[in-house]
């Protein structure tokens, strides 16, 4: 079992995707990631930082550097510190968050608070490992089109364990995002569970990603809206108000 680990920051913000939108969470930002999406917006994460950047105080912004890598002790103080503040919920990102699962179950076992895991939706043995110790899941569900390779066989098996707990499913979409591939993700989470929120993410424009048109948008809502129960359109709204 990994007693020390690479993390990126510890903070407090709003959270600015997905369901739980406009919560107030503390967020814990691992390093590494299994994929490389074209629209990512944390590339920093790729690389393990020589320095944690820690906030003392919740929404202060009174960031202090500490040396990586840390302890299992070192984070969950931290973040328990943070915790001082009620918050909705403990945030676990990256990167990808189970590309260091073994600590990760550790670290949520000493946090006093809901714990939140978002990820791209890939490492399903990963999941199944620390699924007892984590509340809600935010999963990605990766369209072909901005990747360099297929992923539905992953997702579904990791949906398929995400299910047991609260999880929703967000799907990036862009200018080149087609029908076929949309479709395909409908088709996966209907096969699970129709019931878990499905949310369509339309792209903050990076690296070359285009914006979805508002005509397209609407129409990929209408799809997805035949075969599941509960599907919303949620843009970045962090980025809005200049939120961490
Ligand atoms: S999964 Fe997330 S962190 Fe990893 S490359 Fe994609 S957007 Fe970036």
């Not at 890598?69 to 103080?77: A, K, M, N, T």
């Not at 189970?98 to 939140?116: P, R």
């Not at 369209?143 to 992953?154: A, D, G, N, T, Y």
Request: with cysteine; charged share 25%.
């Amino acid at each position: 079992m990994s007693k020390e680990t690479n993390v990126i920051e510890i903070f407090s913000s709003i959270q600015g995707e997905g369901k739980y939108v406009g919560c107030r969470q503390i967020f814990v930002r691992f390093s590494g990631c299994n994929l490389r999406c074209q629209y990512c917006d944390t590339i920093d994460s790729y690389n393990k930082a020589f320095y944690c950047k820690v906030e003392n105080t919740a929404g202060n912004r009174d960031f202090i550097e500490i040396e990586n890598p840390l302890s299992v002790v070192e984070i969950s103080s931290r973040i328990n510190n943070l915790l001082k503040l009620p918050h909705h919920s403990v945030s676990f990102t990256g990167g990808e968050p189970l590309c260091q699962s073994d600590f990760l179950k550790d670290v949520a076992k000493e946090i006093k608070s809901v714990k939140y895991l978002e990820t791209n939706g890939t490492l399903s043995k990963e999941l199944a490992s620390i699924i007892d110790d984590i509340d809600i899941i935010s999963m990605d569900i990766k369209l072909p089109s901005f990747m360099k390779q297929i992923l539905w066989r992953e997702h579904e098996e990791f949906l398929k364990i995400a299910n047991k707990k609260e999880v929703f499913v967000k799907v990036v979409v862009s200018a080149e995002t087609n029908e076929s591939e949309f479709k395909t993700a409908i088709s996966l989470v209907e096969r699970i569970n129709k019931k878990i929120t499905f949310i369509i993410q339309p792209i903050t424009p990076l690296n070359g990603c285009c914006a979805i048109s508002p005509e397209a948008v609407i129409q990929f809502q209408n799809l997805a809206l035949r075969s599941l129960d509960d599907v919303r359109v949620i843009p970045q709204t962090h980025k809005f108000i200049n939120q961490m």
